[in-house]
């Protein structure tokens, strides 16, 4: 005779389950966890750092941090942002080691002469179901398509060559799907600071492709 099933308490959500489960020692879950968020935190880390290298040591003391608070976390604030608050701290504590690092306090948006490299009017408005997406799109590239991993690439360049404050607000936005405000909670900006950051960012972004992929299809 088979033992009587035990029923999860109604209401439970995806994250209680899975806190529980970490809680409880479940390998299984740990692994899933460091492979939905191990890359977006190398990511952020690389904005406090020198080198990926080191980027990857700050992400393991992160993972450790976390396993070690488990039992402190208090759920006010998503698992998530909790895990990704520790890895701020410890990149921030790695950075400063290495006097490379600026404080989160201080992200906001650059001195007017930092101007979009890009005219705003190109792009859609924040009421528009596509906005931050072309409204008036660039002249169309020499050559055939771009293929997406050479396009990846080039936007992976493109992202190097941000001011860091920058870099990571359009990481997060457009390279992880954070939403505005779970950025701002964790860098600690204002939602027009945000905006404005993501705004500069992208237009940077989209003027690095433009202006590559039209200077590659050149004789």
């Given at each position: 005779m088979e033992p009587p099933s035990v029923s999860e308490p109604a209401g439970?959500?995806?994250?209680e389950r899975e806190l529980a489960a970490l809680?409880?020692?479940?390998?299984?879950?740990?692994?899933?966890?460091?492979?939905?968020?191990?890359?977006?935190?190398?990511?952020?880390?690389?904005?406090?750092v020198r080198s990926q290298a080191i980027a990857e040591e700050v992400v393991q003391e992160t993972w450790v941090g976390v396993l070690r608070g488990l039992h402190l976390f208090e759920g006010r604030s998503s698992l998530k942002s909790w895990i990704f608050s520790i890895l701020v701290n410890c990149a921030k504590a790695r950075g400063l080691k290495e006097v490379r690092s600026v404080p989160m306090s201080s992200l906001g948006p650059e001195e007017e002469e930092d101007a979009p490299s890009v005219s705003?009017?190109?792009?859609?408005?924040?009421?528009d179901r596509w906005a931050g997406h072309w409204a008036e799109p660039p002249a169309p590239w020499p050559d055939a398509r771009v293929e997406s991993s050479e396009l990846v690439a080039l936007v992976a360049e493109a992202?190097?060559?941000?001011?860091?404050?920058?870099?990571?607000?359009?990481?997060?936005?457009?390279?992880d799907g954070w939403d505005s405000g779970e950025v701002c909670a964790l860098l600690g900006i204002t939602e027009v600071n945000q905006r404005v950051l993501l705004h500069r960012a992208r237009s940077k972004v989209r003027a690095f492709l433009e202006e590559r992929l039209g200077r590659e299809g050149l004789p």
């Amino acid at each position: 005779m088979e033992p009587p099933s035990v029923s999860e308490p109604a209401g439970i959500t995806t994250e209680e389950r899975e806190l529980a489960a970490l809680r409880a020692g479940d390998e299984a879950a740990f692994l899933a966890l460091v492979t939905r968020h191990h890359g977006a935190m190398v990511r952020v880390a690389t904005t406090f750092v020198r080198s990926q290298a080191i980027a990857e040591e700050v992400v393991q003391e992160t993972w450790v941090g976390v396993l070690r608070g488990l039992h402190l976390f208090e759920g006010r604030s998503s698992l998530k942002s909790w895990i990704f608050s520790i890895l701020v701290n410890c990149a921030k504590a790695r950075g400063l080691k290495e006097v490379r690092s600026v404080p989160m306090s201080s992200l906001g948006p650059e001195e007017e002469e930092d101007a979009p490299s890009v005219s705003p009017d190109r792009f859609r408005g924040d009421e528009d179901r596509w906005a931050g997406h072309w409204a008036e799109p660039p002249a169309p590239w020499p050559d055939a398509r771009v293929e997406s991993s050479e396009l990846v690439a080039l936007v992976a360049e493109a992202l190097d060559t941000l001011p860091q404050a920058q870099r990571t607000v359009m990481s997060l936005r457009d390279v992880d799907g954070w939403d505005s405000g779970e950025v701002c909670a964790l860098l600690g900006i204002t939602e027009v600071n945000q905006r404005v950051l993501l705004h500069r960012a992208r237009s940077k972004v989209r003027a690095f492709l433009e202006e590559r992929l039209g200077r590659e299809g050149l004789p």
